[in-house]
């Protein structure tokens, strides 16, 4: 056979191929670096674990004179998927509402530091007895209608500032929590709650 059989390194297919795979290498390192370097992702929330343990309206005449008695403890988790930026978040204020009428805000967060491919808890108590609420007719019928079952729909929403690490642009970032909450005993440990995805809300500006 030819002199290329004997020695088939020097032959100039084998040379391309070897370079294709070199290059295909690179291409993916390439890759990995750009989307660890370059792009960022936001970041992702969810409520682990809610309880709810009072839960009480009393009607008023209207009904936006009505008053509510509450007891929430709330355990969210904020997921930072990107590979190197770390996610520093401001001060979080909280605020808790029931058919689109707040009824606590006095929730707050400190600020805190999400680390690149690392998780962040949040804890948050909430308590009141006698809060003024300002319902509609229609949401003290639906108070009501969920009392029935003592399963309650409330809104958990966060609201907060954001900067990736190496970037000067804070964001503005709000992060809403439908919860289904079912009313329990205080003395009953175990809680039916599950796992709750979070919507985040992002400025639309860049660097965000």
Same mark, same amino acid.
């Given at each position: 056979?030819?002199?290329?059989?004997?020695?088939?390194?020097?032959?100039?297919?084998?040379?391309?191929?070897?370079?294709?795979?070199?290059?295909?290498?690179?291409?993916?390192?390439?890759?990995?670096?750009?989307?660890?370097?370059?792009?960022?992702?936001?970041?992702?929330?969810?409520?682990?674990?809610?309880?709810?343990?009072?839960?009480?309206?009393?009607?008023?005449?209207?009904?936006?004179?009505?008053?509510?008695?509450?007891?929430?403890?709330?355990?969210?988790?904020?997921?930072?998927?990107?590979? #190197?930026?770390?996610?520093? #978040?401001?001060?979080?204020?909280?605020?808790?509402?029931?058919?689109?009428?707040?009824?606590?805000?006095?929730?707050?967060?400190?600020?805190?530091?999400?680390?690149?491919?690392?998780?962040?808890?949040?804890?948050?108590?909430?308590?009141?007895?006698?809060?003024?609420?300002?319902?509609?007719?229609?949401?003290?019928?639906?108070?009501?209608?969920?009392?029935?079952?003592?399963?309650?729909?409330?809104?958990?929403?966060?609201?907060?500032?954001?900067? #990736?690490?190496?970037?000067?642009?804070?964001?503005?970032?709000?992060?809403?929590?439908?919860?289904?909450?079912?009313?329990?005993?205080?003395?009953?440990?175990?809680?039916?709650?599950?796992?709750?995805?979070?919507?985040?809300?992002?400025?639309?500006?860049?660097?965000?």
């Amino acid at each position: 056979m030819g002199e290329c059989d004997e020695c088939c390194e020097d032959c100039p297919w084998t040379k391309i191929i070897i370079a294709a795979v070199v290059l295909a290498i690179l291409g993916g390192v390439i890759a990995v670096l750009v989307i660890a370097f370059a792009v960022v992702y936001p970041p992702k929330a969810s409520a682990d674990n809610v309880l709810l343990q009072r839960f009480e309206l009393q009607p008023g005449t209207p009904a936006d004179n009505s008053t509510i008695s509450y007891d929430i403890a709330a355990t969210l988790s904020l997921r930072n998927p990107n590979i #190197y930026r770390s996610i520093s #978040y401001g001060p979080m204020t909280a605020a808790f509402s029931f058919n689109g009428s707040r009824f606590d805000e006095s929730g707050t967060v400190r600020e805190l530091e999400n680390g690149a491919r690392k998780k962040a808890t949040i804890t948050l108590k909430v308590s009141g007895a006698d809060k003024g609420i300002k319902l509609s007719d229609a949401g003290v019928k639906e108070f009501r209608k969920q009392n029935e079952t003592s399963k309650f729909e409330v809104e958990l929403r966060l609201d907060t500032v954001l900067q #990736y690490k190496g970037r000067k642009t804070k964001c503005p970032l709000v992060i809403v929590c439908p919860l289904e909450l079912q009313l329990v005993d205080p003395d009953v440990a175990a809680t039916a709650f599950q796992k709750t995805k979070c919507t985040m809300l992002r400025a639309k500006k860049s660097g965000c």
